[in-house]
């Protein structure tokens, strides 16, 4: 009866197009629509290998946006059921701990929750992986979208990122939930190999086609 009510209140809509559906998360056509990612995608200098289920776009796009600013915390679990499945074909191996691109402490607190934390979270737990946060974003910089060049995109995520845990000999998997131009992923990597990690890994939910 609860159940039936809730569903009357609060009917489940489709995580990608936010359309009502019977139940479950997704509606069939996106399931069979959605742009998955099928390039081989390039590493930066400092992670070592990259996955990511979709590319940025379209309705994928559209849902992360959703995520974030429409403060849909409860796609973070539908995000990592595909995210651990791109994992598991790609990357199997090449971590023992998950951990994320974290966003400052102040826009965490603006938004109830820092997105990556929970994708990585999810994610951590559908794997059956270790999860810890590794680093703390100490500037709030300009965001990574207003800037188009890369060496602007770098220099704007420079320093802004600092170790907090002990990583030394640590193989680790950063989560983010998009790569765009990968600056600041490369950033995060470097912090945590200057910390004394021995590797690192990358992977998020949707990477954009210039990547
Ligand atoms: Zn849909």
Redesign the pocket.
Known sequence: MLEVLKNLLFPPK?V??G?IIDDGD??R??RAELTFNTAKIATKEFYSAVAAPFRYEGRVRESILRMKFRRKQTYAAVYARYLSDTIKEELAGRYELISFVPVSEKRARERGFDQSELIAGETAKALNMPFDRTLRKVRDNPKQSTLRDESARRANVSNCYKCVRDVRGAKILLIDDIITTGATMSECARELLMAGAEDVVAASVAIAKKH
């Open positions: 489709c990608w197009c359309e997704e509606c056509r996106c």
